[in-house]
Structure formats: C-alpha cells, structure tokens
C-alpha cells in the first residue's frame, strides 16, 4: 500500500494544477522528506520559505506511477 497524503482537490489557476496534479494523486515526499501528514507538508514549505527557496520538490504516486514534480513556495 501508499503512505502519503492524498490530494482531493487542486486549485484550477495554482501552480500545482499547471504542474499537473491532481485530485487522486498521493503525495509521498516533499523535498525529500516523507509526508504523511498535512503538518509534515507545512513543516517542509515553511523551511522552505526561511531558506528563501522558490519552489519545492514533490514525489507524488499516480496509479502505478511515480513521478517528481516541482511547485511553486506559496
């Protein structure tokens, strides 16, 4: 089975949706760093955010697949 977090909607304008993500998708690791709760993604884009970085690195699972994705650091 898939340990993450799963996405159950994406805002249609957001970075995330022109990325590709969507609704179903589960997200496994942010930056590196495994996700399996809402606070664990918040704890990952805040560093982020003190490290003046501009995006973070998702490693979502799509069905079978796995697949890297870049969004932007609201």
Do not use: C
């Amino acid at each position: 089975s898939v340990s993450g977090l799963l996405i159950t909607g994406v805002g249609e304008d957001s970075d995330a949706a022109e990325k590709g993500l969507r609704a179903g998708d589960v997200l496994l690791e942010a930056n590196q760093r495994k996700v399996a709760e809402v606070s664990d993604l918040k704890a990952v884009v805040d560093e982020a955010k003190k490290q003046g970085r501009a995006f973070v690195l998702l490693r979502v699972a799509r069905g079978e697949d796995v697949v890297f994705v870049t969004v932007a650091v609201p």
